[in-house]
């Protein structure tokens, strides 16, 4: 946490939307020498700001100046790159933070109650670094910033893939309710299934299909791969005499429905292979990558996403310290001589690096044995949200593993072949 400001400190808090942003320039002891004012969130506008954070400090005689803002989608990634590479801070020493929503909205409550406006708001963010309460300094590193534009990307179209996956589940049920319910089938987003469900006008075509030619249709479209396809044949004709009928008006609409929600996810599908061939790309820049890939169960998208919203891991003290970053901490409820066990899960810090840290615990419980048995100790343990609580706390151990790859430049060993030697994490 960086130390509260100094008579040379000047603390510059910004409020950032899409055309303006408003600033609120502190010295240490919270008197304002300019007036808060608005500028436009332009080039123009962050001239004129440097023109002001440049004058005061020359008066003042400041040799610090932090500049602060909220995480507010993208708006704040033009000015602190715009910031760094200005020369107008050659002569003071520069430093920017990135500041949590809520914790600032928690550090605001300690005021007398406020009117909510943007001057306001940039007084209270300039306190908040006055006050030394913000954890990490801004450091430009175009690499990483590029990969996590990429990777985010990403699970932003895995995200909207998995919602129209969801919306095709309740179209199947529509056209087809008993398959949705009891398919015989592997796959539900598999060819045979997809076939079934566009290549077909209603359910009544299905039923009226001989069992012979219903088994050859599947066999062609599964590509031979159905066992026992004279027994799929016959349970799927039965489901399909099973099931609701779609009233004559709905079934075009339907129809067409169901096609363009297919199309969708197609279009998602292959966007995801264009993105996985540019994060491959951008990943042969970082030397850590190799080493967080010798973990089993680690991969391509796993091992960048962790890079990208990591960063620098001289950033953090320790383990604990990018657990937290990351959210992966449990908050105490102790009063007197009660301690509760059941701890929630914070949901603060940064919820991309928690998804990627939970979803790559786990792939590699599956692929690393010392992970599988801890996780399925930690499984064994209690009766109530098994799986959630079993795969946080494996996410929580990977977050040791990966912080000591970053830290000793080394590869993952297994458990059988590790040597038995002090582990160099600090603590």
Known sequence: MTRPATPTTLSVGLDLAKRDLA??????????????????HSPAG????????TTVATQQACTTVRVGMEATGTLWQPVVEYLHASPAFQA??????????????????????????????AYAI?????????????????QVAALQVLTRHRLHLVEMQV???NRLLTLLFRKFSRLAQDSPLAKTFGATSLALLTEFHTLDE????????????LAQRGRDR???????????????????????????????????????????????????HQIARTLRSFPAAARLQSVPGVGL??????????????????????AKYAGLVWLANQSGDFVGDDLTLTHAGNRYLRFYFTEAANSVRVHAEEYRAYYQRKYAEVTKHQHKRALVLTARKLVRLVYLLLTTEQSYQPLSTRRKEPSPIRR
């Open 23 to 40: 600033a609120c320039l502190l010295l240490w002891d919270r008197q304002e020498p300019v007036k808060r004012r608005k500028l436009p």
């Open 46 to 53: 962050l001239e004129q700001l440097l023109a002001l954070i």
């Open 92 to 121: 003071v020493e520069l430093e920017l933070f990135l500041l949590n929503p809520r914790e600032l909205a928690a550090y605001k409550r300690c005021f007398a109650p406020q009117p909510k406006t943007d001057p306001q708001d």
């Open 126 to 142: 300039a306190d908040y670094i006055r006050d030394g309460k913000a954890r990490h300094a801004l450091e430009p590193a175009a």
């Open 163 to 165: 919602r129209e996956k």
């Open 206 to 217: 299905v039923a009226a299909l001989p069992l012979d030619a219903l088994a050859t249709f």
């Open 226 to 276: 159905i066992a026992e396809v004279d027994t799929v044949a016959a349970a799927i004709h039965a489901l399909a005499t099973q099931s609701y009928r779609v009233p004559d008006a709905l079934v075009t609409p339907l129809n067409f429905t169901i096609q363009s929600t297919l199309a969708t996810i197609t279009l998602f599908a292959r966007q995801l292979k264009d993105v996985d």
């Open 301 to 322: 998208v796993f091992c960048a996403g962790l890079l990208a919203e990591i960063g620098d891991i001289a950033r953090f003290a320790g383990h604990p310290a990018l």
